[in-house]
Nanobody, 127 residues
Framework: VQLAESGGALVQPGGSLTLSCAAS????????MTWVRQVPGKGLEWVSA????????FYTGSVKGRFTISRDNAKNTVYLQLNSLKTEDTAMYYC?????????????????????WGQGTQVIVSS
C-alpha cells in the first residue's frame, strides 16, 4: 500500500486549499478513507472520513461546514477541500485507509509507521 498526499501550502486566513491523497496497492473502491491532522507538538486529530461509495461522510465538529471530503474511485484518489481556513487549521495533514473511529485516531501521539499512512502534506494558515 502506498498513500501520497499533496496540495498543502501557505495560505491566508479565509483562504482555500484542496488536498489530494493518491492511493495504490489496495482495492481503493472498497476502502474507507480518513484524513487526520497533527499540529506541531501535539497528538493526532481526526478530521474526516468517507465510505467506499461516498454515501457516508463524517467530520469533526471544528471543520464541519468548512471542509469537504470526496473521492474519485476511478483515480484512486481522496480529496479534502478546505475552505474558510483559520490559523488553527495549521497542521500536517495525513490520509490513511480505513476508518477506526474518531477516538482511535485522537489517541495517537504520532502517525504509525505503516504503509497504510501517507507522509503528510503541510498546511500553514497565516497572514
Amino acid at each position: 500500500v502506498q498513500l501520497a498526499e499533496s496540495g498543502g501550502a501557505l495560505v491566508q486566513p479565509g483562504g482555500s486549499l484542496t488536498l489530494s491523497c493518491a492511493a495504490s496497492g489496495l482495492t481503493f473502491r472498497t476502502a474507507w478513507m480518513t484524513w487526520v491532522r497533527q499540529v506541531p507538538g501535539k497528538g493526532l486529530e481526526w478530521v474526516s472520513a468517507i465510505s467506499p461509495g461516498s454515501l457516508s461522510t463524517f467530520y469533526t465538529g471544528s471543520v464541519k461546514g468548512r471542509f469537504t471530503i470526496s473521492r474519485d474511485n476511478a483515480k484512486n484518489t481522496v480529496y479534502l477541500q478546505l475552505n474558510s481556513l483559520k490559523t488553527e487549521d495549521t497542521a500536517m495533514y495525513y490520509c490513511t485507509n480505513g476508518w477506526l473511529g474518531a477516538e482511535y485516531y485522537n489517541h495517537l501521539t504520532n502517525p504509525p509507521r505503516s504503509p497504510d499512512w501517507g507522509q503528510g502534506t503541510q498546511v500553514i494558515v497565516s497572514s
